[in-house]
């Protein structure tokens, strides 16, 4: 990823040691921990989050229908977030070999990564204002079912793809495949006049973007919802105890996952504009902070599914007939094993939502 530097130190693209008071700074460990820390940790991000967001797609095009605009967002997050996780293969591959697949591969991975990282972001974002109008301005969280509505949330939709893919045409347009006696690299290179400011420029634009914008609209529209729901009469103290839990949950996993790395690109953006590293340990250093806190933010694609989908009963109980379904294709000895489980299972999951659904009906997933 051209954003992810962890074979340099970023500074104006001139080359992977740097001088620093006359020496040579050498990045050979750097390298060595990435060749073995990213894979794994890619392999694992891949296989948790591949069978998480695969099944919110697969429900929701199969099974369940968008009632609202949060639906909407929790699909194209899972998509999203798919979209993310397959570069993660390239990425590990390039941290062990180096970059093998040529310019055209090395931009559209970049692109790929950069613009759907940016758009969980901001999806996330806009659940959140979704679920603070539901629950303050529209009670019964019914958004209409009329085309008009439903152009409104494909626009909704089609502006956060559309910012998330500008901020990734920086990566589209400069990363290249770059040639030195270290290795062969995947990395954005700007022109020399440029190289500085544009680079400062993005990394700060990412964090306002990424983070702090996202973070600020989560933190008061959370805040509002759970003020209104503390106020509610007509919801028993145990629900609302839940759906507070739900929210400091979505809160504190965004902020565990992303402060962090956000954290280090700030020192970066710092350390490109007024150059304060100018010991070798130290920016080694940083480099290991960013390899550890971008794969901790990644973890984010693997934790969605979990706080916007699953928590949801309805979408457990759809999870739990496709699941059935299923089961009874296969023989009828695993049938014979499997089929009363679930369906005791199923039954539970439906009672408890026959009991509270006039309490659960404003969302099919991401409950509140």
């Not at 390239?90 to 990282?117: E, I, P, Q």
């Not at 700007?190 to 400011?197: F, G, Q």
């Not at 990412?206 to 805040?223: G, H, N, T």
């Not at 503390?230 to 919801?235: E, F, I, R, T």
Request: glycine share 4%; proline share 3%; aromatic share 8%.
């Amino acid at each position: 990823m051209a954003d992810f530097d962890y074979q340099h130190d970023d500074d104006s693209n001139e080359t992977y040691d740097y001088n620093y008071e006359h020496t040579i700074c050498d990045k050979e460990t750097v390298r060595s921990f990435a060749g073995v820390f990213l894979p794994v940790i890619y392999a694992l991000a891949l296989i948790v989050g591949l069978a998480g967001n695969a099944l919110v797609v697969v429900v929701y095009t199969s099974r369940l229908k968008l009632r609202t605009l949060t639906d909407v967002c929790i699909l194209n997050l899972a998509i999203s977030d798919l979209l993310l996780l397959f570069t993660l293969p390239f990425w590990a591959a390039d941290a062990v070999h180096g970059w093998m697949l040529g310019t055209a591969a090395c931009k559209l991975t970049s692109f790929l990564y950069s613009t759907n990282f940016s758009c969980g972001m901001l999806m996330l974002a806009c659940i959140s204002v979704d679920r603070y109008r539901a629950v303050t301005k529209n009670p019964t969280g019914r958004a209409g079912t009329g085309s008009q509505v439903r152009r409104q949330w494909s626009l909704v939709c089609l502006m956060l793809w559309t910012t998330a893919s500008i901020l990734g045409l920086p990566e589209l347009i400069f990363s290249t495949v770059k040639h030195t006696h270290y290795r062969i690299s995947c990395t954005a290179i700007y022109p020399h006049s440029m190289a500085r400011p544009a680079k400062a420029s993005l990394e700060l634009l990412e964090v306002i973007l990424r983070f702090v914008i996202p973070f600020l609209v989560m933190v008061v529209c959370y805040c509002r919802v759970g003020l209104a729901l503390s106020k509610a009469v007509a919801v028993r103290r145990e629900k609302k105890w839940r759906a507070l839990r739900v929210l400091l949950a979505v809160v504190a996993v965004f902020l565990l996952t992303q402060l962090p790395y956000t954290v280090v690109k700030l020192c970066r953006a710092m350390d490109i504009i007024y150059m304060l590293v100018t010991d070798c340990d130290v920016s080694k250093g940083l480099d290991h902070a960013m390899q550890v806190t971008e794969s901790l933010a990644l973890t984010h694609a693997c934790i969605n599914p979990l706080l916007y989908a699953f928590m949801g009963s309805s979408f457990r109980s759809h999870v739990l007939k496709t699941a059935k379904h299923l089961g009874q294709r296969l023989g009828r000895h695993q049938r014979h094993v499997n089929e009363e489980p679930v369906e005791i299972a199923l039954q539970a999951c439906n009672q408890t939502q026959s009991q509270s659904d006039s309490e659960e009906q404003d969302t099919s997933t991401f409950t509140i």
